[in-house]
């Protein structure tokens, strides 16, 4: 497969990619357009980002263990991270976003099947996220994936929890 270059990134090729704190800058560009595009979709906001270095970009990659992200005819498209097993075997999804013009192509199913396959190797046997309660859309796709509501609050008090068991 020939390797596509975007911006000082090397892809190889379309599908989904997991990063390393030396793609900061590919991260970047996708986080600051999510928080763009659905800035009550997230408990981050813009302005604490925009001017963020390279250090704080690269540190945001090196403290979760997963981030990925989604290309498309040689685009970075979507974006997604997972955390660790807390010891429960759940790793958190977070950071999850796709492009508008994106959107139901499947890019969200391969980004949500990465951290999946990420999370079983790990030993993980469930996923859980926190999504906005007024993201109709968003909890929609998760449901469609596997997500059930935990009968939880989520993170934030605007946020309900939601959990997929996983099945290696």
């Known amino acids: 497969m020939t390797a596509l270059r975007i911006g000082s990134w090397r892809a190889p090729g379309d599908g989904v990619h997991r990063l390393t704190p030396d793609d900061w800058a590919v991260w970047r560009d996708l986080r600051l357009s999510a928080l763009t595009d659905a800035p009550e979709a997230f408990g981050s906001v813009f302005a604490d980002w925009k001017d963020a270095d390279e250090h704080r970009w690269r540190r945001r990659l090196e403290d979760l ?16 991270s997972g955390a660790d097993p807390d010891g429960t ?12 013009h ?12 990465a951290v999946a396959d990420w999370a079983l190797r790990g030993d993980a046997v469930a996923l859980r996220l926190s999504v906005r ?15 059930t509501h935990a009968g939880e609050p989520g993170d934030e008090p605007t946020e309900i929890s939601m959990w997929w068991l996983l099945a290696p």
Do not use: C, H, K
């Open 102 to 113: 994106s959107r139901g192509t499947g890019t969200a199913d391969a980004l949500i099947r």
């Open 89 to 100: 075997g759940g790793v958190d999804v977070t950071s999850m976003w796709v492009s508008p």
């Open 65 to 80: 263990p997963f981030n990925a992200v989604a290309v498309v005819d040689g685009t970075p498209v979507g974006q997604v």
């Open 133 to 147: 309660a007024t993201n109709s859309r968003a909890i929609s796709f998760y449901e469609r994936v596997g997500f």
